[in-house]
């Protein structure tokens, strides 16, 4: 592996990454009754257990996400914030925004120093970096919606793994080696993950969290706002503001004004399919789009998963996709984000005409999509790492595509209640300003930062669902969905295949040329001689944290996938 200097952002996205694979468990086959993928057999199986109550695939859900904040606590939980896409048998979509919201104290120079910005590393600890968190809201929103269990049900699971103790997983130790620092931010993290040296506690341990357990009672009890009021509330606020690192002021009306939103979806036909995902703020579903829309007039069935050139044409079109996101993309309650420009087909095929099979772009520039704001910068990318996903899908054949995170591993490292603080606003762009002009993605009061999650649900020519999907793993994400959906879509390859596949990940072009990341250990590294004759200037194999899961139906019933690289699984009732 190369470690000389490149970018800032690909350095980071190294030193992410040095956490050896888990082995992974096997994703047995679904049948109609239902299937749940997740990246914890744990979660799995609470999701199933709604499913096998007779609840909907958003109880299933949302039960799965309560579970992984408990089991999973350094990527996701009730402390941070997501995105969720359900799909409906007859092809109704719909789009949750639970993204985590900067308080209203919030300004442009709210991660400044002296003057000056603070570095992504130097943001993340303690209260500065914690946004007010989105995922409960979310979760109410979409179980007024689609729910059909009761409220209190769909905590069960996750209050008896909290309340009766869950065993430390190989990559719940990894992570707590590499962030060993969150031991030092919050006692209580140290009393949870870490014995009396400050050692990580070792794989099998048993911990138990009776605050978590409490506060998961009580908002099963009373509803959400026993999360966004009252004691919770002051308790987050607490937190934020007398952090030892980077406090901030937070306040409890910043709490109890948060709303989670119903955002329009994006979608658009690929080949014979239709695929949607998530709008802003999260750049997800539009990178996503764009990128298939530029490469349809490109064969990739014919060129096939062991050709250099599709690899290419992929990277090629997710440059430019990328190029789009930092200019163009941010929160739309204060942005005019040009979706409808951005995804017009007549623009995309302009995008599609500069990538050629044989040679490389020297850059990859924004385009001008119409409805674009040109009082905006085109802003370096923001770093981005963990996150989750999880896919489920009903009896009466609906899906819900749910991504969660808190942001970085442990989130800010605080903890309230037993639960982990999100370090969401380090995803706004930390300087405001950018070659005299404003970011669009820049901190404001109440704002929510954009983001790369990336849910997908994707319908066949007859209407019906044929896939569902997403990952984990920050600027990552939208790269290992289009590898799911290309592979699945068109080089015919299960979900599981599709997903165990490497991943091409152009990053930051800044002063030096661009680099194209191929993932170590996969059949790609072998690429590299031939990626560097169709002329990317630098191209580096690096071990990639990846997470991915997906459902698809096949003609024995649905079916979930795991990434072998988690400790991912699929459950069934």
Known sequence: MILRPIHAALAAFVALSLVAPSPGFAAPAGADTGVVSAADPRAAAAGAEMLRAGGSATDAAIATMLALGVVEPQSSGIGGGGFLLTGSADGHVDSFDG?????????????????????????????????????????????????????????????????????????????????????????????????????????????????????????AREGPQAFYSGSNAAAIVQHVSTSPINPAPMTTADLAAYHARMVDPVCAPYRQWRVCGMGPPSAGGIIVLQVL?????????????????????????????????????????????????????????????????????????????????????????????????????????????????????????????GYVLNNELTDFNLDPDRNGKPTANRVEPGKQPRSSMSPVVVYDRAGRVQLVTGAAGGATIPVQVIRVLIGTLDWGQDARAAITQGVVMPFPEGSGPPVLGVEAGTSLEAMIPALTALGHARVVAIPMRLKANAIERTAGGWRGAADPRSEGASASP
């Open 99 to 219: 993204r985590e919201a900067a308080p209203q104290a919030a300004d442009t120079h709210w991660f400044y120093r002296n003057g000056v910005p603070l570095s992504h590393g130097a943001a993340i600890p303690g209260g500065r970096s914690v946004g007010v968190p989105g995922n409960l809201a979310l979760a109410a929103l979409a179980h007024d919606r689609h729910g059909r269990l009761p409220w209190a049900r769909l905590f069960q699971p996750a209050i008896r793994l909290a309340r009766d103790g869950y065993a430390v997983t190989p990559r719940l130790n990894a992570t707590l080696e590499l962030a060993k620092s969150v031991a030092t931010i919050d006692p209580a993290a140290r009393a949870l993950w870490f014995d009396a040296t400050g050692k990580p506690l070792p794989v099998g341990t048993v911990i138990k969290n009776p605050a978590q357990a409490q506060i998961l009672e009580r908002i």
């Open 293 to 417: 829309g530029m490469l349809e007039r490109f064969d990739l069935k014919t060129l096939g998963a062991a050709s250099p050139v599709a690899w290419h044409l992929i990277a090629e079109a997710e440059r430019l996709a990328f190029a789009d996101r930092d200019r163009f993309v941010a929160d739309p309650a204060f942005v005019s984000v040009p979706v409808k420009g951005l995804l017009d087909p007549t623009y995309i095929a302009g995008r599609s005409a500069l990538i050629h099979e044989g040679t490389t772009m020297a850059s990859a520039l924004p385009g001008q999509p119409a409805g674009a704001d040109d009082r905006f910068a085109l802003a370096a990318p923001v770093d981005e790492h963990g996150t989750t996903h999880f896919v489920a899908v009903d009896a009466q054949g609906d899906v819900a595509s749910y991504t969660s995170t808190v942001e970085s591993a442990f989130g800010s490292g605080l903890i309230v209640n």
